[in-house]
């Protein structure tokens, strides 16, 4: 099956500045890579997700890449911001959708003030 | 709030007990979702509905468990005979199948934290 490594698993940054997350895939058939943002307590949610069709998705501060021949997807923070502050958990699927996500084990980002 | 609901949030038990937990998916979203999430870790599969149908089943969902979706609308999940290891959050999403056949994405609802004492 497959299996979703991330990296690093706590990551401190200065507000204002850039934040990466890493993330690799086992199985190249993959093909739906989400992102999701979970507060303490709360519910997972969805903040970006890109299809193994397109290398490249942005929405405002928040961009993924994918490099399909490599295997492995990044998340990309601009413009920190102290709310950003929370589990972000990247996850694959092979059938092109939600069914059956993989999840990677978290990256707890920590935006200080 | 329109989103996934699950019933209780928080549920203490005895071992060996049985414990019952409920999702209420986004009303038009016909596929549902069980994940569990222990501390520190991803969400992992459980098992998928589309409408009544349970369509499939990970490794994880030993034979204690079972979930069902008898009007094609909210869902349950069992567990008979609780284990200490089954302490966890059981998260439930769903999500809505666009013409075309993709998905949209998975809206997860807020959880069930089980604590098996």
């Known amino acids: 099956g497959e299996n979703v490594e991330q990296h690093p698993s706590t990551l401190s940054v200065q507000e204002g500045d850039s934040a990466v997350i890493k993330c690799t895939y086992s199985?190249?058939?993959?093909?739906?890579f989400p992102w999701y943002k979970q507060e303490l307590g709360k519910r997972p949610q969805l903040i970006i997700d890109?299809?193994?069709?397109?290398g490249e998705k942005k929405d405002q501060r928040i961009a993924v890449t994918l490099n399909k021949t490599a295997k492995h997807f990044s998340l990309h923070i601009t413009e920190t911001q102290p709310e950003d502050s929370a589990v972000y958990f990247c996850a694959a699927s092979m059938l092109g959708s939600a069914r059956q996500l993989t999840f990677g084990s978290g990256t707890q980002l920590t935006v200080l003030p | 709030d329109t989103g996934v609901s699950q019933n209780p949030r928080h549920k203490i038990t005895k071992r060996g007990q049985n414990v019952t937990f409920r999702c209420d998916p986004i009303s038009e979203h016909n596929r549902l979702y069980w994940y569990r999430q222990t501390l520190g870790q991803g969400p992992e599969f459980l098992t998928y509905?589309?409408?009544?149908?349970?369509?499939?089943k990970s490794r994880l969902l030993s034979d204690r468990f079972s979930a069902e979706r008898p009007k094609g609308s909210f869902s349950t999940l069992e567990i008979q005979r609780t284990e200490q290891g089954d302490s966890a959050m059981y998260l439930c999403?769903?999500?809505?199948?666009?013409?075309?056949?993709?998905?949209?994405?998975?809206?997860f609802g807020q959880g069930t934290r089980l604590t098996v004492v």
């Open positions: 509905f589309q409408n009544e149908a349970q369509l499939e």
């Open positions: 999403a769903s999500s809505s199948r666009r013409d075309g056949g993709m998905n949209t994405e998975a809206f």
């Open positions: 890109i299809r193994s069709n397109v």
């Open positions: 199985d190249s058939a993959s093909n739906y």
